[in-house]
């Protein structure tokens, strides 16, 4: 299902983005020395005096080569636009999964293993509480709190502006500064969202047979809890991994734009802005990659961790 379901996006981008309200040319009327003709000559070079379908096939058939076009605005390759932008949302995105994984499960498990405790109510208030409040919030919120009011974390950006005078290791610390408040801020939702269903799926295991078994051989609580619950609770996590990339790659057209980082989402969302077909819909097909991608590493890991899961074809 993989090619496609990535076809079928290509068309709904493309669809949806020549539909929208607005033209590429929008923004030269404003300019006086710029006539009709001449925006007539801007829609002929770029075909976009041709039907819809005549522009798809014409322009699905450059994506299959990646090649994703000029951009209106000012003429560079699509794609080389894309790689320069595209290591920046990776190294936020795998921070943020990296965060999720690493304090999400810890907490569910402690939930389920402190089940109707203080311990547990307080990590459900807490992990609720930050799934509620909305990304942008969020975002400003702590922008305020330890960029602006203490000073502590820069608030925009990807790196310092004497970044190159730096030594490595200086080079190292500055970045990981500026990761900071965006992957917190990319990582909330994730959080509640995973450790929640950590709490669930830990708790189901504990209910199992099995587990009943091992406690009546004596096995200390520890060993339980590690070898044999979290073991099986971790079948379930691999196919949510999946599920997490989508929405934290689509989320960073937001988190890019508020703290200003130089990725894919940022890049997008100033192409939106100027209506920059070809970016914009570059920027689409390739996430659109990168969550088939994502969902198809989560569906081979759930059958190699579970060995009673086979593909049949």
Same mark, same amino acid.
């Given at each position: 299902?993989?090619?496609?379901?990535?076809?079928?996006?290509?068309?709904?981008?493309?669809?949806?983005?020549?539909?929208?309200?607005?033209?590429?040319?929008?923004?030269?009327?404003?300019?006086?020395?710029?006539d009709?003709?001449?925006?007539?000559?801007?829609?002929?070079?770029?075909?976009?005096?041709?039907?819809?379908y005549?522009?798809?096939?014409?322009?699905?058939?450059? #994506? %299959? @080569?990646?090649?994703? =076009?000029?951009?209106?605005?000012?003429? $560079?390759?699509?794609?080389?636009?894309? +790689? /320069?932008?595209?290591?920046?949302?990776?190294?936020?995105?795998?921070?943020?999964?990296?965060?999720?994984f690493?304090?999400?499960?810890?907490?569910?498990?402690?939930?389920?293993?402190?089940?109707?405790?203080?311990?547990?109510?307080?990590?459900?208030?807490?992990?609720?509480?930050?799934?509620?409040?909305?990304?942008?919030?969020?975002?400003?919120?702590?922008?305020?709190?330890?960029?602006?009011?203490?000073?502590?974390?820069?608030?925009?950006?990807?790196?310092?502006?004497?970044?190159s005078?730096?030594?490595?290791?200086?080079?190292?610390?500055?970045?990981?500064?500026?990761?900071?408040?965006? #992957? %917190? @801020?990319?990582?909330? =939702?994730?959080?509640?969202?995973?450790? $929640?269903?950590?709490?669930?799926?830990? +708790? /189901?295991?504990?209910?199992?047979?099995?587990?009943?078994?091992?406690?009546?051989?004596?096995?200390?609580?520890?060993?339980?809890?590690?070898?044999?619950?979290?073991?099986?609770?971790l079948?379930?996590?691999?196919?949510?991994?999946?599920?997490?990339?989508?929405?934290?790659?689509?989320?960073?057209?937001?988190?890019?734009?508020?703290?200003?980082?130089?990725?894919?989402?940022?890049?997008a969302?100033?192409?939106?802005?100027?209506?920059?077909?070809?970016?914009?819909?570059?920027?689409?097909?390739?996430?659109?990659?990168?969550?088939?991608i994502?969902?198809?590493?989560?569906?081979?890991?759930?059958?190699?961790?579970?060995?009673?899961?086979?593909?049949?074809?």
């Open positions: 299902m993989f090619i496609p379901l990535l076809i079928g996006i290509t068309v709904i981008s493309f669809t949806v983005m020549h539909l929208t309200p607005g033209s590429p040319v929008d923004d030269f009327k404003m300019n006086p020395n710029i009709a003709r001449a925006r007539h000559r801007f829609y002929k070079l770029y075909g976009l005096d041709q039907p819809l005549i522009q798809y096939a014409g322009w699905f058939g450059n #994506v %299959i @080569t990646f090649d994703f =076009g000029r951009s209106f605005k000012d003429g $560079r390759k699509v794609l080389t636009k894309i +790689l /320069e932008r595209l290591p920046a949302t990776l190294l936020l995105n795998l921070f943020a999964l990296g965060v999720i690493a304090v999400a499960v810890p907490a569910g498990v402690l939930s389920a293993v402190k089940q109707n405790s203080f311990t547990d109510r307080f990590l459900a208030v807490l992990v609720f509480a930050g799934y509620s409040l909305p990304a942008f919030a969020l975002a400003l919120i702590l922008m305020y709190v330890f960029g602006v009011k203490f000073g502590w974390l820069p608030i925009s950006g990807m790196v310092s502006v004497n970044y005078y730096l030594s490595f290791w200086g080079k190292v610390f500055d970045l990981l500064k500026h990761l900071v408040l965006p #992957v %917190i @801020t990319s990582a909330v =939702g994730g959080l509640a969202f995973m450790s $929640r269903y950590m709490r669930a799926t830990v +708790l /189901e295991v504990m209910r199992q047979d099995f587990i009943k078994a091992v406690r009546a051989r004596g096995v200390s609580k520890k060993g339980i809890i590690t070898v044999h619950i979290f073991r099986n609770a079948i379930p996590l691999v196919t949510l991994f999946g599920l997490l990339i989508p929405s934290l790659i689509g989320g960073s057209v937001v988190f890019e734009t508020i703290f200003s980082w130089p990725g894919m989402g940022r890049l969302y100033g192409a939106i802005m100027s209506r920059d077909y070809p970016v914009v819909m570059g920027v689409g097909v390739i996430m659109a990659l990168l969550t088939l994502g969902n198809l590493i989560a569906d081979i890991g759930y059958a190699a961790v579970d060995p009673r899961i086979r593909y049949e074809k």
